[in-house]
């Protein structure tokens, strides 16, 4: 039997590593946006550089090809003086057969202190977690459908700086969801902050029914899912999902769950747009809504950036 | 050679037999149980005071590597951990590889496993060749090098018409057919499906998956005739299916592993490849109903599905992880563990894993088919003598099996092979410290 205790925090419940947004203790999750607030000034300064990582080691571990993402993180560890070295492992090692617990020993003997990992599948942060030593931190940048914990925590950043409270939200996911790591975080995290409505959307294929399990309400029909929405989090739909026995097109998804202005108008009026990106116009999302006013899809950038800054920081300041 | 076997608790399920006494053998057979005359001889006496005194146990499902795999399992380690859990007769799939699809590998794999001298070893053969699951494997030639039923092991047969003259051909000639119900489109997840795969993001196993696997395979037993062993049963809805199935009449048995009588889906805790099984442990309601399946008689025998598994294949990615678990140690400690968990008992528990899969095997077992899995006189001296009060603990490091990797690794067991006699021979015994 693997140890049971949770992985990612340590014996005074501290985060140590960032691997779900599942299992975090409320606290954890509010003092990582509070500390991702502090730091957006930094973003705004002439000299955008804290030294809180300096001398340290960030190693960006892809295994799954991500420009943005990589960047965002690359960004973020900069602006904590980390050096930052960034490996494309789907087009390297791996590629040569090496195996993935053989990289990360040997990029751990190039004393990596921190790897920031996407992965194709599921768990595999979890398995770097524990065989990696003691003083090496893992943050998990994707890992299959399982979790997305930055972007869960950027979204959650996001819902704060424009709705402020929580505890009388009404949050609509909406797209494909079984294949979504983002939106399992999403769910986690809203859970979390006591967020009262979690509806997700989207046809049978693409929303198991026993998601309701995770705390979230099961809507077949986009009208009934956003009416009345505070916010709505549109997710990317992947080109190879388009047409096959998930779904017949593109279009007739876009039909019945593109978000379009005369959809947007069953949300409250004040309601927000999220998207975790880059948006597919005219599959999931109309450019009228992507462009619009209602739309944060770019502060949500600029709001993972700090989030990431804090993730790092935090993770780096605990003792494991 | 002659044992006498002194002041042991003879429990043997065949017969009902629960008693304390002495068991004689010689020359491979047991010549007298419970009272042996003082004019028996022996040149070895072991004192199985404390112990019970059972059949050697019968593994329908254990993968020995061989040939093929031998990075994963040698037969001289695997059949080496089959002794020390106690097992006197196993039962091995076809998929190695080459698969076991020409009576030449047979012949050669019987003739290792007898040249070792551990346990009996009872092949497969492939149903199809080379399992590709297009053309029927010479099963009269497969039977005559030793085979006791065909099998598609865990490469399903997605095309019914072949499974349907498969299980003409193998019923014209009265062999067994063994499946794993599992159809082959939906069945291709790594975990159950289920709120906790779909919590994780791992691809699921519907349900359903197995059943429409078993009703395609009664319907065509229905039709045929033919009799089949079900492998590896892992939901509810599908220890239902075979219930109605058998008091319909229809000429089936089905086991289950160690694996999905004891363990659900929520044990996989932090993607422990180690949970990686197949069938995928499912939700605590299906486990629910295998264990009453197993009481009840629906399910015939409880299988260690043994499979040795090397270590890299192991620390990859839950998904990308080899399914299968080291499980020949662990069977009897197992088995007890249900029957004391259960209400069922201790008889019952030495059962399933000893008379029932020997009632699957039948007549296969040719000269062996009467005694074995039995405690008789005159019958095959196929002992397991173990302490049914041994407390231990589940280390790998301790296994004499290859494999390395058990889900029930740092559990408590009780329940200990102390000697495991083969043929009439002293095929295992515990070191004192063990």
Redesign the interface.
């Known amino acids: 039997m693997l140890s049971r205790r949770n992985p990612q925090l340590n014996s005074h419940g501290e985060l140590i590593h960032l691997l779900s947004i599942e299992g975090l203790p409320q606290a954890v999750v509010t003092q990582i946006l509070d500390t991702a607030g502090s730091f957006l000034s930094v973003n705004d300064r002439d000299v955008k550089k804290v030294p809180l990582l300096r001398g340290k080691s960030v190693f960006n571990l892809f295994f799954e090809n991500s420009t943005r993402t990589r960047t965002t993180f690359e960004i973020a560890a900069k602006r904590l003086s980390a050096d930052v070295i960034n490996l494309d492992i789907a087009r390297s090692s791996a590629a040569k057969g090496e195996s993935l617990l053989d990289t990360i020993a040997n990029l751990s003997a190039m004393h990596a202190d921190m790897f920031v990992v996407r992965h194709s599948e599921s768990g595999a942060p979890y398995l770097i977690a524990q065989h990696c030593a003691p003083h090496v931190r893992v943050v998990n940048a994707g890992d299959g459908r399982h979790q997305h914990p930055t972007q869960g925590l950027l979204d959650m950043y996001t819902i704060r700086h424009y709705k402020r409270d929580f505890r009388n939200l009404t949050v609509a996911i909406v797209g494909d969801i079984v294949h979504s790591r983002v939106a399992r975080s999403d769910i986690h995290a809203l859970t979390t902050l006591g967020v009262p409505e979690i509806r997700a959307v989207g046809p049978k294929t693409l929303v198991p029914g026993d998601i309701r399990e995770m705390g979230v309400r099961v809507c077949h029909d986009m009208a009934e899912g956003i009416r009345g929405a505070d916010v709505i989090i549109m997710l990317r739909l992947q080109n190879e999902r388009m047409s096959g026995a998930m779904l017949p097109s593109a279009g007739e998804f876009f039909k019945n769950y593109g978000l379009t202005p005369d959809k947007l108008a069953l949300a409250k009026p004040d309601a927000i747009v999220m998207h975790p990106g880059p948006i597919n116009r005219g599959v999931e999302i109309d450019s009228a809504v992507a462009d619009g006013r209602a739309s944060v899809i770019l502060p949500q950038v600029t709001f993972g950036i700090a989030v990431r800054m804090a993730v790092m920081s935090i993770i780096a300041g605990n003792n494991a | 050679m002659k044992l006498l076997i002194k002041n042991g608790r003879i429990v043997d399920p065949a017969t009902g037999r629960d008693e304390r006494g002495d068991v004689a053998i010689a020359a491979g057979r047991i010549v007298a149980v419970g009272h042996v005359s003082d004019d028996f001889h022996a040149s070895r006496t072991l004192d199985a005071n404390g112990l019970i005194v059972a059949p050697g146990l019968v593994d329908l499902a254990a993968r020995l590597r061989e040939p093929g795999h031998e990075h994963e399992g040698m037969l001289e380690s695997e059949m080496a951990a089959a002794v020390a859990g106690g097992v006197t007769s196993l039962v091995c799939p076809p998929d190695t590889d080459p698969v076991l699809d020409e009576p030449g590998l047979v012949e050669m794999l019987k003739f290792r496993a007898r040249s070792l001298n551990l346990a009996h070893v009872y092949p497969l053969g492939a149903l199809t060749r080379k399992l590709e699951g297009e053309v029927l494997t010479e099963m009269a030639e497969l039977t005559e090098a030793g085979c006791v039923g065909f099998s598609q092991a865990e490469v399903g047969l997605k095309d019914t018409l072949v499974l349907h003259r498969a299980l003409q051909y193998a019923s014209t000639f009265g062999y067994t057919t063994w499946l794993r119900p599992n159809d082959a489109w939906l069945g291709t997840g790594v975990a159950a ?3 906790l795969a ?5 691809t699921g196993v519907p349900v359903v998956a197995e059943t429409i696997a078993l009703a395609t395979i009664f319907e065509l037993v229905r039709d045929t005739g033919a009799r089949v062993h079900l492998c590896r049963l892992s939901s509810a809805a599908g220890v239902e299916l075979v219930r109605r199935a058998k008091a319909e009449g229809l000429p089936v048995s089905c086991d289950v592993s160690v694996h999905n009588l004891h363990l659900i889906d929520v044990d996989i ?6 949970m990686r099984v197949t069938p995928p442990l499912r939700q605590q309601r299906d486990r629910d109903a295998i264990r009453a399946g197993l009481a009840d008689g629906t399910i015939d025998a409880l299988v260690s599905d043994h499979t040795p598994v090397a270590p ?1 294949a192991k ?6 992880a080899e399914p299968g678990a080291t499980g020949l140690e662990l069977l009897l400690a197992l088995a007890l563990k249900w029957g004391a968990e259960s209400g069922a008992g201790l008889p019952r528990a030495l059962a399933t894993v000893t008379s029932a899969p020997v009632a699957v095997l039948g007549d296969s077992l040719g000269s062996l088919a009467a005694s074995a899995g039995r405690i008789v006189e005159g019958g095959v001296a196929d002992l397991c003598l173990f302490d049914p009060q041994a407390r231990w603990t589940v280390e790998p490091g301790a296994l004499r099996s290859q494999g390395k990797h058990t889900p029930f ?3 408590e067991m009780t329940g200990r092979v102390r000697c495991t006699i083969v043929g009439g021979a002293v095929a295992y015994e515990a070191r004192a410290r063990d």
């Open positions: 499906k289920g709120p779909t919590r994780m993001g791992l805790g932090y993607f422990d490849a180690a890299d620390t990859l990615p839950f998904a990308e690794r740092g559990y």
